[in-house]
T-cell receptor, first 114, second 113 residues
């Protein structure tokens, strides 16, 4: 089975722009979660989607949004980029996102905001 | 609020030394605990997980973790580390509130050859 894929792998944007990141989960996985990873804050949960519905959201401003399509692929959007949004954005998929499910992570998208 | 604490942020060991990374969490309900590892240049991946039963859990590459309910701890151990264990290790305690995962701050382990 192919793993979780994320595109693009690297992205450079300037302040004020917006960006869309894409995640394709492992085939058969219905849950997709997004995380922001930075050296200072570690791994922080952004949101989780299951069957096209957002089931939970972390403590991020409304500039961060996401969606999930019927094929379980997910996109994350960040509007009005700020310098502090520079981070590695990770996507993880799992079969049913129960509390015992293992999450399978993608390689991440490295976003740099100038 | 749910929280997790990883005591060691940076650990440097020589090969063959023993390893123990601490993880404490605050939660009183059903316990499902995970350790994830991120090797340099690789994806974050599962190291081991505990749901129930024997509190001593064995994972990949010789790692194990012990769940001690009375101490709210799930420490990661390896008797003899190798240079290839150089990585960042994340503890992920119970998930509550509708599938919201909290990860610890991570511990960067560097093993000297």
């Amino acid at each position: 089975k192919a793993g979780v894929t994320q595109t693009p792998r690297y992205l450079i944007k300037t302040r004020g722009q917006q960006v869309t990141l894409s995640c394709s989960p492992i085939s058969g996985h219905r849950s997709v979660s997004w995380y922001q990873q930075t050296p200072g804050q570690g791994l922080q949960f952004l949101f989780e989607y299951f069957s096209e519905t957002q089931r939970n959201k972390g403590n991020f401003p409304g500039r961060f949004s996401g969606r999930q399509f019927s094929n379980s692929r997910s996109e994350m959007n960040v509007s009005t980029l700020e310098l502090g949004d520079s981070a590695l954005y990770l996507c993880a998929s799992s079969q049913d996102r129960g509390s015992t499910d293992t999450q399978y992570f993608g390689p991440g998208t490295r976003l740099t905001v100038l | 609020a749910q929280s997790v604490s990883q005591h060691n942020h940076h650990v440097i060991l020589s090969e063959a030394a023993s390893l123990e990374l601490g993880c404490n969490y605050s939660y009183g309900g059903t316990v499902n605990l995970f350790w994830y590892v991120q090797y340099p240049g690789q994806h974050l991946q599962l190291l081991l997980k505990y749901f129930s039963g024997d509190p001593l859990v064995k994972g990949i590459k010789g790692f194990e973790a012990e769940f001690i309910k009375s101490k709210f701890s799930f420490n990661l151990r390896k008797p003899s580390v190798q240079w290839s264990d150089t990585a960042e290790y994340f503890c992920a305690p119970p998930q509550t509130g509708g599938f919201k995962t909290i990860f610890g701050a991570g511990t960067r382990l560097f093993v000297k050859a």
